[in-house]
Nanobody
């Protein structure tokens, strides 16, 4: 399974960006899917997660500004980021708990990361 993230870039404070992460491979389920971020010199932290039935969870720092969504048919998770702040600058990683066909085992996968830079 591969998770391919895209959509990062440079944006001014107050601006918006949308990240996408598509999963490729033989997949029975991806539950949950989510986004994490890692700023320079800091540990990776949760941004938001979403289950297959649409239940969401957000870090307090992004509530009201970021929206996570997913398209199960496309095996893709999105992160709409509005009102961006310089402190949102980080490498954003998508994540998924993957289950293959014919097995009860699940495995955690990470995408390659996409850089978001917010200028003041």
């Amino acid at each position: 399974v591969q998770l391919q993230a895209s959509g990062g870039g440079l944006v001014q404070a107050g601006g918006s960006l949308t990240l996408s992460c598509a999963a490729y491979g033989s997949i029975f389920s991806l539950d949950p899917m989510g986004w994490y971020r890692q700023a320079p010199g800091k540990q990776r932290e949760l941004v938001a997660t979403i289950t297959s039935d649409g239940s969401t969870n957000y870090a307090d720092s992004v509530k009201g500004r970021f929206t996570i969504s997913r398209d199960n048919a496309k095996k893709t998770v999105y992160l709409q980021m509005n009102s961006l702040k310089p402190e949102d600058t980080a490498v954003y990683y998508c994540n998924a708990e993957y289950q293959g066909w014919g097995t009860v085992n699940s495995y955690n996968y990470w995408g390659q990361g996409t850089l978001v830079t917010v200028s003041s």
